[in-house]
């Protein structure tokens, strides 16, 4: 009896549905005339209409459940609605708060708003910004949204704007365009309040992934590095960081606003980046991601960032070699790699920065002094083998320069040549492949990279261990260029801005961070190891 009390409640349901919208069409279509001939009953059923979607009315359940079928029938009737007839209904839905409606009543929402945006040459404008408005939360939640029970919510309602500006710009290919425009007019002012800010700029990083965040990547670095900048705020930005980027795997220019950010105040800002994510990496009560994330970050950015200077380095390597030793400490058993992440993931941060610093640390005896005692070598000689679960690619690179500069001289079988990854890197990597995790790839957007190109370290120029600076040894350090690199696509790369598409294209043939295909190396008897293709960029930009 109960399964057929249900079914006949569902069936009503259904049919009140039903009918809920064709009396929505029917409503629309009658008042799609000249004023004076509506009929007033018409009329009538419209003003009730414009009620049910009025967006400072405050409901009840009942009143929300009624609004949720409202919107359902207004997006199956989208064909209907006529901006010249409908312009009350169309306002009263640009300029509805999805921050206090319940998860149904978005969904209802949002998905009328993705049909109207797709409505050639109508209201995607009008859709875009409704989309924007709703970054941060209204003045009078934003004291709440921080409180644990609203932390959840955001989270909700930020991936709920992510899905439908993704789905619309699928749908619309100049809604990205239109929307960067909306998004550079939108930016929250310098009279508005922090929470506001943090909330807006936290919620456009999370544009930063696929087509949207290539297309609109530029702006995500310039303003909001204008904006904190004006604000002398960077706290602010290390907040929005650890919310909104650090566990974002496939962010491609949000973090460069970190990077950006720290370079005009590298003593100060600069330097309490490094320690921020040592921090983080070093805090036992964090959960693994965020500390892999953490380390990941720590060494990409002291690899890469020319404004930090070595006895900054050589700290941050301090704190990351004490750390490792105590886990050496503790005789832990091999097991699985993945047991063991953090651990591998702070191994292959500590020789990936001295692939790049290496050579500078030596220049200065008492940093020297300071490196050689940390104890590199029993670390990477430790039972749990990092030396053959690290990426090989770092470790031959590694040992090639520690060797030379006479820091590490264990007895060692060297990882294939011609191998980026293995299936050890992989394991200890997970599901993320954190292995293969340096999330400052070199930065190449046309508008914003001469942000970032005077204070970045490219491979190309840097100066080893094992070259001194002659001719001879100039050459030798260009056989890492793509010409080196048998039957690669990158050979004789030109970079060209013409449009989006090829920006795309330079990024991936610049990344460091590696993809699936790869090439062996041509290496001659006499060259000694480079830095693989897929774990380096090819060239630098040109100036």
């Not at 306002?91 to 921050?99: E, V």
């Not at 965020?290 to 380390?295: D, P």
Request: proline letters at 5%; one cysteine or more; glycine letters at 2%.
């Amino acid at each position: 009896m109960g399964a057929e009390e249900c079914c006949d409640d569902h069936m009503e349901v259904s049919i009140s549905d039903s009918l809920a919208f064709r009396e929505v069409q029917r409503v629309l279509q009658s008042v799609r005339m000249d004023p004076f001939l509506i009929d007033l009953r018409d009329k009538d059923e419209y003003d009730y209409l414009l009620l049910a979607v009025d967006p400072t009315r405050k409901r009840d359940l009942d009143e929300e459940a009624m609004l949720v079928t409202t919107l359902k029938a207004l997006s199956e009737a989208v064909p209907k609605i006529d901006i010249m007839y409908h312009h009350a209904l169309l306002n009263n839905i640009f300029t509805m708060c999805i921050w206090y409606l319940r998860e149904d009543t978005r969904d209802a929402l949002l998905d009328l708003i993705t049909r109207l945006a797709a409505v050639a040459d109508q209201y995607l404008r009008e859709c875009l910004q409704m989309l924007v408005n709703n970054f941060a939360p209204p003045r009078p939640l934003v004291p709440t949204t921080e409180q644990p029970r609203w932390l959840a919510r955001k989270k909700e309602i930020y991936y709920q704007l992510h899905e439908s500006l993704k789905m619309i710009s699928d749908t619309v290919p100049l809604a990205a365009r239109i929307l960067k425009d909306i998004i550079n007019r939108s930016m929250p002012k310098l009279f508005d309040t922090k929470a506001k800010m943090v909330s807006f700029v936290e919620c456009m990083l999370g544009l930063d992934t696929e087509r949207l965040g290539d297309l609109i990547g530029s702006t995500l670095l310039e303003k909001v590095v204008d904006l904190l900048t004006e604000l002398d705020e960077y706290c602010i930005l290390k907040t929005i960081f650890q919310k909104a980027v650090l566990k974002v795997h496939k962010s491609k220019f949000a973090q460069f606003i970190m990077f950006y950010a720290c370079s005009l105040d590298p003593e100060i800002c600069g330097v309490d980046f490094a320690l921020f994510l040592t921090d983080i990496f070093t805090k036992e009560e964090d959960d693994a991601i965020a500390r892999m994330s953490a380390v990941s970050y720590v060494g990409s950015y002291l690899a890469r960032a020319r404004f930090i200077s070595a006895d900054t380095v050589v700290a941050v390597l301090k704190r990351l070699v004490e750390w490792c030793d105590s886990y050496c400490k503790l005789k832990r058993d091999p097991l699985k790699p993945i047991d063991h992440q953090i651990f591998y993931a702070s191994c292959q941060a500590v020789m990936y920065v001295l692939c790049f610093r290496l050579r500078s640390i030596m220049d200065y005896p008492n940093l020297k002094s300071q490196l050689f005692q940390m104890p590199i070598e029993s670390i990477l000689m430790d039972r749990l083998e990092p030396l053959k679960v690290c990426l090989p690619s770092i470790v031959n690179e590694f040992l090639r320069q520690a060797r030379a500069a006479r820091l590490f001289n264990a007895p060692v079988d060297l990882p294939l040549e011609d191998i980026v990854e293995s299936d050890l890197s992989k394991a200890f990597g997970g599901a993320n492949r954190l292995d293969m995790f340096f999330p400052f790839d070199p930065y190449l957007l046309r508008e914003s990279d001469r942000y970032i190109r005077p204070n970045f370290e490219f491979w190309s120029l840097v100066q080893t261990t094992y070259s001194n600076n002659s001719d001879d040894d100039e050459e030798l350090g260009d056989l890492d260029a793509p010409g080196m690199n048998v039957d690669s696509l990158d050979d004789h790369i030109e970079i060209d801005f013409k449009d989006d598409d090829d920006i795309e294209y330079s990024m991936n043939k610049m990344s460091i961070t590696p993809h699936r295909s790869f090439h062996p190396m041509a290496m001659s008897s006499g060259s000694g190891l480079s830095m693989p293709a897929r774990i380096r960029p090819s060239v630098s930009p040109p100036s």
